[in-house]
């Protein structure tokens, strides 16, 4: 389930999120490139190639225009005073621009392009077939979740993407607030029109997002002599720098309203706009967007997996197809998963053993679970000191690049505890892809609203997940290819995207990392953590499990806290597929390197290796299969 954007901006919202990533498109292989007519000369093939390039992109930038949001997400200032459009009727436009960039795509001659032209072709032409089939879906989603809902994308936007460089920046932001009631009209027309269609989010889903909606009233200048409110303090400290002569008031966050000079005044006037902004337009919205959910609430049932929706057997199958890239059945993503549970349960019997643990594998959990030596306080001292770490075990990583790729990422990445705001509903980590010009860096987000969810043994693996050599890694090298295609420098595959983070968090064992055997055994729970993830996904949504029943699993089979199930559990139900991705993606990296190995011998160099995998963007593994094939084939 995503968020309706179009296909191309939804890619980049929120792109891996580890918990509010939206699936691409994706899925089957792209046919096998056709052969080129002896007729195509060199100067044609070039020729013919650089217009469908041009057209690639065209398309992208056609498609992207039509998001204001997945513009931000890009660094963009283009319409940056308007939310995206909801309404169906613009939704049907955007699926009649889908069949006119398709049209055009077909009139491209396959025999004039180069190879990797073709493989982009077919890509792309994929990609809209692919939202033109599954406009029968669109409903098919709940866009108010705990996960990455619209509720909570407003503020997260304007906090993290709407940067205020100039007067008309602050102007756009203002401008943004005013127009979040029509914004919100538009959404709550959509979830009656999913409640019309039977598709209504499980019960346990409203407590936490009005809560969450709720949050975003509290502070000033909803509440008199209070502290800012969230988007009134990230406004005023933003709109502040321009005038460096101006002070924006005390503590309480009310407006300074002296007018001892023109930036003063200045300074005022938008900060009494935003005020107005607040009170006026984001207040009423929220409040009539948390009735629509109370009246929502007394229609929800506690029935979780999708298979309760008109054809929901066939709408999840669709799903795995395209979160995983493969044809796998949803039994047997269930058995690989439970193979898997099994497997690192062994691997984590020696670490028990090693060090010197007496009792068994569930005592060993508990012990894991539940000893202080494994946590940082629950205080903002010990926060700070969790996120210095995080920042550390980064920097460290750094150093060691070199050993294993070839290619490195220009973008920074910087680490950031998860705003308050979101914090009691939000995953346990996610990363935000840089601005496309990299002047916005890329963002290891860590939640620390509770330091027991958060232990210390686990935080080497997140910080490789979803830094380096992970998601930053990828996604910043991806975004930075020349002679790509925006849509693939921009786009994504879920099984690739978070395979490639799973990978991550075993690579640096290979080069010496996790020395520390309680570290070693926080990669195997977060490994088993995934594994389980196949189990349950299946589970909830093809096999009719319950949501207590997908809790207790976790609960059984890993060390992590029950807290931590609950969270998993419930995102498994809003973004039904999104979590088989990683362990699919892994075994697959995995299983292609071990081949690459078995077949050249000494010639194998890992850092080529990687290479082969990063400098191609984001594909279906069936095309990384390729990829890394043709590879080997070049050094045999």
């Not at 990422?409 to 990299?438: C, I, M, N, T, W």
Request: net charge negative; hydrophobic share 40%.
């Amino acid at each position: 389930m995503k968020l309706k954007l179009s296909a191309i901006a939804a890619s980049i919202l929120f792109i891996t999120a580890c918990g509010e990533a939206p699936k691409s498109a994706s899925t089957a292989a792209p046919a096998a490139p056709a052969a080129k007519t002896p007729l195509a000369t060199p100067e044609q093939i070039a020729e013919e190639s650089a217009k469908a390039s041009q057209l690639f992109d065209t398309i992208f930038e056609e498609q992207l225009a039509r998001s204001p949001m997945g513009l931000a997400y890009m660094g963009r200032k283009t319409d940056n005073d308007k939310w995206d459009n909801l309404t169906e009727s613009y939704e049907l436009e955007t699926q009649t621009l889908y069949k006119k960039h398709l049209m055009l795509l077909k009139q491209l001659d396959l025999s004039k392009l180069d190879e990797n032209t073709q493989v982009s072709y077919r890509l792309l032409r994929q990609q809209l077939e692919e939202e033109i089939e599954d406009f029968k879906w669109r409903l098919y989603d709940y866009p108010v979740n705990q996960m990455f809902g619209y509720h909570s994308s407003v503020p997260s936007l304007l906090i993290n993407q709407h940067s205020v460089d100039s007067k008309h920046d602050a102007q756009a932001y203002i401008t943004r607030l005013n127009r979040i009631p029509n914004f919100f009209d538009q959404l709550i027309h959509g979830l009656e029109q999913r409640a019309e269609a039977g598709i209504i989010a499980p019960k346990f889903v409203f407590p936490h997002v009005i809560r969450d909606s709720q949050n975003i009233l509290k502070g000033y200048p909803f509440e008199k002599d209070a502290e800012d409110s969230t988007i009134y303090a990230d406004f005023k400290a933003k709109v502040t720098k321009l005038f460096p002569n101006a002070t924006a008031g005390g503590e309480t966050g009310q407006t300074a309203r002296s007018a001892g000079n023109i930036e003063q005044q200045q300074l005022n006037a938008f900060l009494q706009a935003a005020e107005k902004a607040l009170l006026e337009s984001v207040k009423p919205a929220y409040e009539k967007l948390i009735a629509h959910l109370g009246q929502l609430e007394k229609k929800a049932d506690t029935q979780d997996g999708v298979w309760k929706f008109p054809e929901g057997e066939a709408f999840y199958n669709v799903e795995l197809k395209r979160t995983t890239t493969t044809d796998l059945t949803a039994e047997e993503i269930h058995n690989i998963g439970l193979a898997e549970v099994e497997r690192i349960h062994n691997e984590m019997r020696a670490i028990k053993e090693k060090v010197g643990f007496e009792g068994d594998l569930k005592a060993f959990m508990t012990f894991m679970r539940e000893d202080d030596q494994f946590y940082y306080p629950d205080t903002e001292e010990g926060r700070a000191k969790y996120l210095a770490e995080a920042t550390a075990l980064i920097d460290n990583m750094k150093t060691r690049l070199d050993e294993l790729f070839i290619t490195k990422p220009k973008a920074e990445l910087h680490v950031k505890a998860v705003e308050a705001f979101r914090e009691q509903s939000a995953g346990k980590a996610f990363y935000q892809q840089p601005a496309e010009d990299g002047s916005r860096p890329g963002l290891y987000y860590a939640n620390l609203y509770r330091m027991k969810d958060m232990p210390t043994y686990q935080m080497e693996a997140l910080a490789y997940h979803e830094g380096l050599p992970g998601h930053h890694m990828q996604i910043a090298i991806s975004q930075e290819l020349e002679n790509m295609p925006k849509f693939r420098r921009f786009g994504g595959y879920t099984a690739y995207i978070e395979g490639w983070g799973l990978y991550s968090e075993l690579v640096p064992k290979e080069i010496g990392l996790y020395e520390d055997p309680y570290s070693d055994f926080g990669r195997l729970a977060m490994e088993l953590w995934r594994a389980c993830r196949l189990v349950v996904d299946t589970g909830i949504h093809a096999m009719k499990w319950t949501r207590d029943e997908g809790i207790e699993y976790y609960a059984q089979n890993t060390p992590n806290p029950r807290t931590d199930a609950v969270k998993m559990v419930e995102r498994h139900v809003v973004m039904p597929s999104q979590a088989t991705a990683y362990k699919v993606g892994m075994i697959k990296i995995l299983e292609l390197r071990e081949s690459a190995k078995a077949k050249l011998g000494d010639k194998f160099d890992i850092r080529q290796f990687h290479d082969v995998v990063l400098k191609n963007g984001a594909v279906p593994l069936n095309v990384l299969e390729k990829n890394v094939d043709a590879w080997v084939a070049s050094k045999a």
